[in-house]
């Protein structure tokens, strides 16, 4: 069976994961702007950032704890990029994580943060942390497009992009939400993405197969120049679709490869 794109009459869902996002008052009154992506089981993760020499606190952040392969949460807000914003940025992004390892009864090494919108300014952390509580509550599996409206910022749509293959006789999910229009250069500009899949993929090979599809796709996108801060590609696999692990090796790289790809590639023509 080859790959299956989503249509719009199906329940964008990845088995294993959650979302939701809600108004925490960062971008203005009623506005989506805080969002968080929950694997239900710790899942393995990789990440491509910026290269800009000046990285904001969650980029910097994630960049140590994504070494560990790790991840189960991701938290992101929208309206302000926490770049430019010193000691105290590292510490909001810090404090950020906290609070939402406490909700989720996880440890904290197992958050990832990301923010994007105005630098300069500190976050108000206060209306984050008194909106983690909500966030966290409302987690659920068709949460994947609030979370795609809550990143957004300059975009004039949410963009998610979803697939659907079969490896092994066992059916993969591969789903991705971006945010990032006319913003965008090579080396990924103002780019945020996260992709959850329930492969079972080794840590080896889901870190060649992305940063490959980050470099056919983000990484030649050219429009306007500019170069952020704040660049973030995440891919999450939690393996509950217990297909046979997928490795460098193995016949059933193929199917995944490619359907990852053709997410990414979407991503660019719809930048």
């Known amino acids: 069976m080859t790959a299956m794109e989503m249509t719009m009459n199906d329940s964008v869902q990845v088995p294993g994961f959650l979302g939701n996002s809600v108004a925490a008052g960062i971008k203005g009154v009623g506005s989506r702007d805080l969002s968080l992506i929950f694997s239900e089981i710790p899942a393995r993760a990789v990440g491509v950032f910026t290269t800009n020499r000046f990285k904001a606190a969650p980029v910097i952040l994630d960049m140590e704890r994504i070494r560990k392969g790790i991840t189960q949460a991701i938290i992101v807000n929208s309206g302000n990029a926490n770049a430019a914003t010193g000691k105290e940025g590292a510490k909001d992004a810090a404090t950020m994580s906290k609070v939402v390892s406490k909700a989720l009864g996880i440890e904290d090494e197992l958050v990832l943060v990301a923010s994007t919108g105005i630098i300069g300014e500190r976050l108000p952390i206060e209306k984050i942390t008194q909106s983690i509580e909500p966030l966290v509550k409302g987690l ?14 300059t975009d004039r749509f949410p963009k998610i992009e979803c697939q659907r293959c079969s490896v092994d006789g066992k059916e993969i999910t591969i789903c991705g939400i971006a945010k990032g229009a006319g913003m965008i250069e090579p080396n990924m500009a103002t780019m945020l993405s996260f992709i959850m899949t329930d492969a079972d993929i ?31 590609a995440i891919i999450l696999a939690n393996g509950v679709a217990g297909n046979s692990i997928i490795t460098e090796t193995s016949g059933n790289l193929v199917e995944f490869r490619e359907t990852l790809s053709g997410i990414m590639r979407d991503y660019r023509r719809r930048s």
């Open 140 to 153: 659920n599996a068709d949460g994947i497009p609030s979370v795609a409206e809550g990143i957004i910022t």
């Open 202 to 232: 080794d840590q080896v090979c889901l870190t060649s197969v992305f940063k490959e599809s980050v470099g056919r796709s983000f990484n030649a996108i050219t429009v306007d120049g500019c170069m952020s801060t704040n660049d973030t």
